[in-house]
């Protein structure tokens, strides 16, 4: 059954398609470690839900008003938050308004809210050929992006207030971050779902933070332990029928245990031969 699988051309599509996603979420999620955005990611991905639902109200795709509600919170948020206590303020507000919002549409929409529910799990199996192709679109905005502000959004994530007074437009940085941040999630979004998007941005990106300060090598790490967790997930789901998104989230996670077992060894020898 395994084998017969693999040759299935939507298996095909399932594993180009995590490959993409991995590669611009472990690039992303560097990022949005450094500069403590994990609770930005959760509330970006529960409203694309609520964009989503929005979207079913007024007939549009599903897909579509969940790419349009990630990059309205993130542009929005980009605007209000900077610094730590601000930024969890406006990102509290914004999500529990946007959550309200959700309630609301669904409340309107009067038929099946299937599509927009099936958003909440992912569906990698079911990424079709023209969702590929917009897969591969958002992963080449989002990667020219980074590297375009690389090197300042390095700085300003290293020393926000350092970057600033030199020059550094921390401001637009923020809201460039979030924007792309928004299409990043948007796309982990239909491959694990709005329940588990932090597995792909934030678990792989913290794995590799445990084992290199280093931060061209900690973007590599990152893709490598995304794109491992994904295939891995997808080819483990066709011999177990136990849901793809379980499978990427157990891999992600593990090799997150045993990196932040692997860095506290390393702090402890380097501990060890520093002289007091």
Known sequence: MFISLLSEHFIHTALLAGAVVSIVCGAIGTFVVAR?????????????????????VIGLDPVIGM???????????????????????????????????GVLFLSLYQ???TEATNLLFGSIVGVDDAQLRALVIVAVVVIAGLAVVFRPLLFSSVDLEVAEARGVPVRGLSVAIF????LTTAEAIQVVG???????VITPAA?????????????????????????????LSLEQPWPTSFFISAISFTIYL??????????????RLVPA
């Not at 709005?194 to 792909?200: G, W, Y």
């Open 258 to 271: 045993i990196a932040r077992a692997a860095g506290s060894r390393s702090r402890r020898r380097t501990a």
């Open 179 to 182: 924007l792309l941040l928004a």
């Open 194 to 200: 709005v329940l588990l998007v932090l597995t792909l």
């Open 67 to 101: 790419m349009s509600g990630s990059l309205v919170v993130g542009f929005a948020l980009g605007l209000l938050s900077l610094r730590g206590n601000e930024r969890d303020t406006s990102i509290g507000a914004v999500l529990a308004f946007g959550l309200g919002l």
């Open 207 to 235: 794995a590799a933070q445990r084992l290199t300060a280093r931060p061209g090598v900690s973007v590599v790490l990152s893709i490598a332990i995304a794109f491992v967790s994904t295939e891995g997930g997808i080819l």
């Open 36 to 56: 403590g955005l994990s609770f930005a990611v959760h509330a970006i991905s529960e409203l694309g839900f609520t964009g989503a639902a929005g979207a079913l």
């Open 111 to 113: 038929g099946y809210a």
